[in-house]
């Protein structure tokens, strides 16, 4: 079972002046799919603070699999994804290419999320929209790569296409 944390960056979700509605519904995807969300936050669009979750999750917590939800279009505090390069070790461009691509084929808002995909250690980082509707579609457009992609990330020596 791969552990998840899911992280919601939202300076009105910090400020309890907005229902994380995304998180929980990924929450649920995930379960249904057998992962263990083992963490959740909300933090405010803080760069500072995004980069302390995802540092901690990934360096102590170690977990599996983190997927933040918000903080990746195009506003002056929308940050999420300058933040995941900043622990960034490799990139995983596919993922993002993924999620856009899906998404253009509902609408042509999904070409303006700059959501990334990154590896920090053994841990998989998944910028996913802020929207109940963007997350989960984003999310539904690469959940079957996931379980093959951590356990390549674990270490595992079984051959890819077979």
Not at 4 to 16: I, P, R
Not at 21 to 27: D, E, S, W
Not at 76 to 82: A, M
Not at 112 to 131: C, D, K, M, Y
Request: aromatic share 2%; with cysteine; glycine share 10%.
């Amino acid at each position: 079972m791969f552990r998840v944390g899911l992280l919601t960056v939202s300076d009105k979700g910090a400020a309890g002046e907005r229902q994380d509605t995304a998180a929980p519904a990924l929450m649920e995807l995930l379960k249904a799919q057998g992962f263990e969300v083992s963490c959740y936050q909300v933090v405010p669009d803080v760069h500072e603070e995004v980069v302390a979750v995802l540092v901690t999750w990934s360096d102590n917590d170690k977990l599996d699999l983190i997927l933040t939800t918000g903080g990746t279009g195009l506003s002056p505090r929308d940050l999420t994804p300058e933040a995941t390069l900043a622990v960034a070790e490799r990139l995983v461009p596919g993922i993002p290419e993924a999620m856009r691509a899906a998404g253009l084929a509902q609408t042509p808002h999904a070409m303006l999320s700059r959501g990334v995909a990154v590896i920090r250690g053994q841990t998989l980082i998944i910028n996913l929209p802020g929207s109940l509707k963007g997350a989960k579609e984003s999310l539904e457009a690469v959940l079957p790569a996931l379980p093959h992609a951590l356990e390549k990330l674990q270490g595992s020596p079984a051959d890819c296409g077979t």
